[in-house]
């Protein structure tokens, strides 16, 4: 059966062991029966929260302050999984914040089976990225709350629910073994991760919607954009596909047309002043110092992780 807890968590900083936030959904038979969405103080001297983080989820400390430490949380947390097999997305985060914040308050690790929906998409499915949004997209869901914990544990029930449809199984266990991917383990200071074997089983290519309406609310709506540099979550195909589906006009160089230029993967080091950027950057600045007109609005984005 489809039976399961699928988590997420939220950190406060960079450091995997700081929890701020978990959502836990509890399946029976791929239907939701329980959930619960808590906050949490992380361990001490892990407890800063960090603009980044708080600009990803919006929980900053004050919102904390009066919540358990993640040591008063964790028993809470065990007991709502019980014996249930754990399901995330991209679960090598999720697993290492437990793993994380058990060593930073000197814990033993607890022993929890797992599986992550990002590695059994990667099996069933031909996409450019596996990031939540993408897989939800591919299967005909999406997710209005992203990154906060309780949407993103439900946003990976629809996720398995998906996937269990299209493999035309009803149980996780055959799912996994249907898409040719282990399991994860967490036991005594031992962690096996959630992994494929074998060939690649893709069964299911989504095709891309014949029309999709442009977004005027979003903030690239009828901008000019160029990209330049490698981008690591996507192609720049797709990238692009993704600027030209919510009503912006992708363009190759830049000119005084160009509104947002996005650099991609480049040396940090060239950041420094008097150093030399991109050409298309270097454009953009020498654009911007010539006085182009506000109504062009040019601004540069720097995309490294994006």
Same mark, same amino acid.
């Given at each position: 059966m489809l039976n399961y807890t699928a988590i997420d968590f939220e950190t406060a900083n960079s450091r995997r062991g700081s929890p701020c936030s978990v959502g836990l959904v509890r399946v029976r038979g791929g239907v939701a029966v329980e959930e619960i969405h808590w906050l949490m103080r992380p361990p001490e001297g892990l407890d800063y929260f960090q603009p980044y983080n708080v600009r990803i989820h919006g929980i900053t400390a004050d919102m904390v302050d009066d919540q358990p430490r993640w040591v008063d949380r964790l028993p809470g947390i065990l007991n709502f999984i019980g014996d249930d097999v754990v399901v995330?997305?991209?679960?090598?985060?999720?697993?290492?914040?437990?793993?994380?914040?058990?060593?930073?308050?000197?814990?033993?690790?607890?022993?929890?089976?797992?599986?992550?929906?990002?590695?059994?998409?990667?099996?069933?499915?031909?996409?450019?990225?596996?990031? #939540?949004?993408?897989?939800?997209?591919?299967?005909?869901?999406?997710?209005?709350?992203?990154?906060?914990?309780?949407?993103?544990? #439900?946003?990976?029930?629809?996720?398995?629910?998906?996937?269990?449809?299209?493999?035309?199984?009803?149980? #996780?266990?055959?799912?996994? #073994?249907r898409l040719g991917v282990s399991p994860g383990r967490i036991r005594q200071m031992r962690y096996t991760g959630c992994i494929s074997n074998g060939r690649v089983r893709r069964t299911h290519t989504p095709q891309p919607a014949s029309h999709t309406a442009p977004d005027p609310g979003n903030p690239l709506y009828g901008r000019v954009v160029v990209f330049t540099g490698a981008l690591h979550s996507m192609s720049r195909k797709t990238a692009e596909a993704e600027c030209q589906r919510i009503g912006a006009t992708v363009r190759h160089s830049v000119t005084k047309r160009t509104n947002v230029v996005v650099l991609g993967d480049i040396n940090p080091a060239v950041l420094t002043p008097g150093a030399r950027l991109p050409r298309k950057a270097e454009t953009a600045l020498a654009l911007q110092a010539s006085g182009q007109s506000n109504d062009q609005n040019l601004w540069m984005s720097l995309g490294m992780g994006a």
């Open positions: 995330a997305h991209n679960a090598s985060f999720d697993t290492s914040v437990i793993r994380g914040a058990c060593d930073a308050d000197g814990l033993p690790w607890p022993h929890l089976d797992y599986l992550c929906t990002m590695v059994l998409a990667r099996r069933a499915l031909q996409l450019p990225s596996y990031r #939540l949004a993408f897989v939800l997209r591919a299967l005909g869901k999406t997710i209005t709350d992203h990154h906060n914990a309780l949407a993103d544990a #439900l946003a990976v029930t629809d996720v398995v629910r998906g996937l269990s449809t299209l493999q035309k199984v009803a149980d #996780l266990q055959e799912l996994a #073994l």
